[in-house]
């Protein structure tokens, strides 16, 4: 098989679980890529990556600025992070490469029994994790992304994504941005 037209399995369990926002940034595609709902096995789903983006709330236009925390995944040996099971191609994952900048793609598991089947996901870089370096604006989860979230466990079905969405927000504020 010609290596642009090799398929990796990759786990997705945040923004890019919502069609919209996956075709978004897969831009080359006609249709979306193949997919099925997945567990992965000994990592959870953590607000634990700082984004390089910042916002002005709507509440405050002009006052100061607030600094976006997103979806991560964190080992936990005992828990199972519930998501999608993508197929994407390499030039899926060069379009991907400028929106996960913040991650590394990961070798994580298997599918299945089948020792030829890899399952790759997107882990938070060490410097890009909440607490890994000095960040100067409070932190906050933007509210139409955690929306996004939401829809995209909704729209496929995964009620314990969704719920873990909110669980895990523990005491981080949600902040709309202004216009």
Do not use: K
């Not at 976006?68 to 936990?76: C, I, T």
């Not at 882990?123 to 890009?128: G, K, M, N, S, T």
């Amino acid at each position: 098989m010609d290596r642009a037209d090799h398929h990796r399995s990759v786990f997705v369990y945040g923004s890019l679980l919502q069609d919209a926002s996956l075709m978004a940034t897969l831009g080359h595609r006609s249709e979306p890529p193949g997919l099925q709902p997945f567990e992965l096995a000994g990592w959870e789903r953590a607000w634990n990556v700082v984004s390089a983006r910042t916002f002005a709330p709507s509440e405050d236009p002009t006052g100061p600025h607030l600094r976006r925390v997103v979806l991560g995944l964190r080992p936990a040996p005992a828990a199972r992070c519930e998501g999608l099971l993508l197929e994407l191609t390499e030039a899926d994952l060069a379009a991907l490469a400028p929106r996960e900048a913040a991650y590394e793609l990961q070798e994580v598991g298997r599918v299945g029994e089948d020792p030829g089947r890899s399952v790759w996901t997107f882990v938070p870089r060490a410097e890009r994790m909440v607490g890994a370096a000095p960040v100067a604006e409070p932190l906050v989860v933007e509210r139409a992304y955690l929306a996004t979230c939401r829809a995209g466990a909704a729209d496929h079905g995964l009620a314990r994504a969704a719920a873990e969405l909110d669980r895990t927000l523990g005491d981080l504020p949600v902040a709309d941005a202004a216009l």
